[in-house]
C-alpha cells in the first residue's frame, strides 16, 4: 500500500477553502485510530499494580502480560497493508474498531490471566492496523498541498491519547479512593480504566462509516466514477479530475513492488541503509521511552510516591509529550531531522543520567530522599520532553523518507518490525531489571541515549529538503 501520487503540474490538489474543513474532518477521523493507538497502548499503566495483586505473579510474569499485546501490533501491521489493499482502506478501520471494542471488554472482564492475555493480544492486532491504516489513507485522501500537515494529525493523535488516557485513569483513581483495586461501578478501578476504552472505539467505528474510500483504492478496483466524486470533494471542482485520475493510474502501474529480496546486498545480509533504518528503530526503543509510558505509575510507587499522585505524574509527562510533540512538528523542516535527532539524543542522556543518579539512592521510610526524589521527577520530564521533539517524530519521518524509492516500502516494514521488537523487549525487560536494580536499568538506558549520538552523526544523512527520487 502506497502514498497517492505527486500533485499534478497544474497544480491539482490545493483544496479549495470550501473544501479544506471537509479534509480536516476526514484526516482527524482517521486520525482516531492514532488516538486508540496511544489510548490502548499506555492506559494498562493504570492496572499494573492490580494486575501483580489481583493474580500474584512476579515480575517476569508481569512484563510477559503487559507485553505480550505487541506481539498483536507487528501481526497487525504486517498484514494490514495486504487486507487494505484487498478489502479497502476503510473496511481495515471497522475491522480494528471491533477489536479495540472486543479488547477493550475482554481486558476488564477477564476470567483468568490467560485470557486477559488474549485481549492485550487483541487490542495490539487492532494497534498494529491503526498504526499502519491512518497515516495511509491520510496520504491517499488529503489534497498535496495539505498533506505535510494533515499526516501530522496522526502523530498528534497518538501523543493525545497517551494523555487522555492517564487523565481517565487517574480521575477513576481518584474515584475508587485511591486503590485501583477499589470498587467502582460493580467492577475493580482498573477494570474500569480498561473499559472505558470502549467509548473511543465505538465513536472510532462510527466515523470510519461518515468518510469516504480513498480514491486510490477505488481507482485499483475499477470504481473509477466513484474516485472522480471524492477527489472532487476532497481537491474541488476547480481541479483537473479526469487529469488526476490519470496520474493515479499512471502512478499505481509504474510502481514498483519491493520485496524483502530487494534488501538484501553488502557484507552483512542487508544493505547499509536498511540497518541505518533498523538502528534508528532500535536506538529509539532503547532509550526506555516506553517503559515512561507502560509503567510509569509503578515506578513513581516503587519510590514512595502515593498512587493517585503517581497517576498524577504520568499525566504531566504525557502534557509535556504533547509539547515536545507540537515542538517537533515545528521545527522538523526547519533545522532538519538530523540536527533535531542530535539535540534530542544530548537531552535525553542527561534527563536518563539524572534519573539514575537518583534512583541510586537507598530509600528512607519507603521514599527517595528530597532532593533526590524531585531530581528524579524533573529529570523524567525532561527526557520525555527531549524524546518527544526529536526521535518520536523525526523517526518517522526520516524512515519515510531515507530509503530509495525501489525499495521503500519493503524497508520500512523491516524497520517498523524492528522497532516493535525492541519495544517488546524493553517492555519486558523493565519489571526485572527494576528489581534487580533500578539506577543500574536507568544507566542502560543512559548509555543508549549516548551511543545514538556518534550513531546519527556518522550514519544518518539529512534528508530535509531533499525529493525521494534523490534517495539513493
Known amino acids: 500500500m502506497t502514498s497517492t501520487a505527486q500533485a499534478s503540474r497544474t497544480g491539482a490538489g490545493t483544496a479549495h477553502p470550501d473544501h479544506l474543513g471537509h479534509v480536516i474532518f476526514i484526516a482527524a477521523a482517521a486520525a482516531m485510530g ?53 478489502l479497502g482502506r476503510i473496511r481495515v478501520m471497522q475491522i480494528a474498531a471491533v477489536l479495540f471494542v472486543v479488547s477493550a471488554v475482554g481486558s476488564a472482564l477477564p476470567f483468568a490471566l490467560w485470557d486477559f492475555a488474549l485481549w492485550r493480544v487483541i487490542g495490539g492486532f487492532a494497534i498494529g492496523m491503526a498504526s499502519v491504516i491512518g497515516p495511509a489513507y491520510i496520504a491517499e485522501v488529503a489534497p498535496p498541498a ?12 497518538i501523543v493525545v491519547g497517551i494523555a487522555i488516557s492517564q487523565l481517565v485513569n487517574w480521575g477513576l483513581l481518584n474515584a475508587a479512593g485511591g486503590d485501583q483495586r477499589g470498587k ?21 467505528g462510527l466515523l470510519s462509516f461518515a468518510i469516504p474510500e480513498s480514491p486510490r483504492f477505488l481507482i485499483s478496483v475499477g470504481k473509477r466514477e466513484r474516485a472522480r466524486e471524492i477527489l472532487a470533494e476532497v481537491e474541488g471542482q476547480s481541479t483537473d479530475l479526469d487529469a488526476r485520475v490519470a496520474e493515479i493510474e499512471h502512478a499505481m502501474k509504474s510502481e514498483h513492488k519491493s520485496s524483502f529480496k530487494d534488501l538484501l546486498g553488502g557484507g552483512f545480509f542487508f544493505k547499509p541503509i536498511v ?17 515512561a509510558f507502560y509503567y510509569s505509575s509503578t515506578l513513581w510507587q516503587s519510590v514512595g510516591v502515593d498512587p493517585t499522585d503517581s497517576f498524577f505524574y504520568s499525566f504531566t509527562t504525557s502534557i509535556i509529550n ?10 522538523v523542516d ?22 539514575a543518579w537518583a534512583f ?6 519507603g521514599k527517595l530522599p528530597s532532593t533526590q526524589g524531585w531530581v528524579a521527577l524533573i529529570a523524567a520530564h525532561v527526557f520525555v520532553l527531549f524524546f518527544a521533539l526529536s526521535w518520536g517524530v523525526v523517526v518517522w519521518v526520516m524512515l519515510g523518507e531515507m530509503f530509495p524509492n525501489r525499495i521503500r516500502a519493503a524497508a520500512l516494514g523491516v524497520a517498523a518490525a524492528a ?33 545514538s549520538i556518534p550513531f546519527v552523526w556518522k550514519f544518518v544523512k539529512e534528508t530535509k529538503g531533499k525529493a525521494l527520487e534523490e534517495m539513493g
Open 34 to 86: 492514532g488516538f486508540l493507538f496511544g489510548y490502548d497502548s499506555s492506559v494498562i499503566n493504570g492496572a499494573v499494580e492490580a494486575i501483580r495483586d489481583r493474580y500474584d505473579i512476579g515480575s517476569a510474569a508481569l512484563a510477559q502480560v503487559i507485553a505480550i499485546a505487541l506481539i498483536g501490533c507487528a501481526v497487525g501491521a504486517a498484514t494490514a497493508g495486504r487486507i487494505a489493499d484487498r
Open 146 to 157: 495539505y498533506r505535510g500537515r494533515l499526516g501530522s494529525f496522526q502523530q498528534a493523535a
Open 184 to 204: 467502582l461501578m460493580g467492577l475493580e478501578a482498573w477494570q474500569v480504566m480498561l473499559g472505558v476504552m470502549v467509548v473511543p472505539a465505538l465513536l472510532y
Open 275 to 291: 540497518w541505518i533504518g533498523i538502528g534508528l528503530s532500535v536506538f529509539q526503543q532503547f532509550v526506555g521511552i516506553n517503559v
Open 322 to 331: 504533547i509539547v515536545g510533540t507540537v515542538i517537533a512538528m515545528i521545527f
Open 334 to 355: 526547519r533545522i532538519g531531522r538530523k540536527p533535531l535527532a542530535l539535540i534530542g539524543s544530548i537531552g535525553m542522556a542527561v534527563g536518563l543520567a539524572l534519573e
Open 360 to 365: 541510586s539512592f537507598h530509600l528512607v521510610d
Open 419 to 451: 522497532q516493535w521488537i525492541a519495544n517488546w523487549a524493553i517492555t519486558a525487560s523493565f519489571p526485572s531489571l527494576a528489581d534487580w536494580n533500578l539506577s543500574g536499568t536507568y544507566v542502560i538506558y543512559t548509555v543508549f541515549a549516548a551511543l
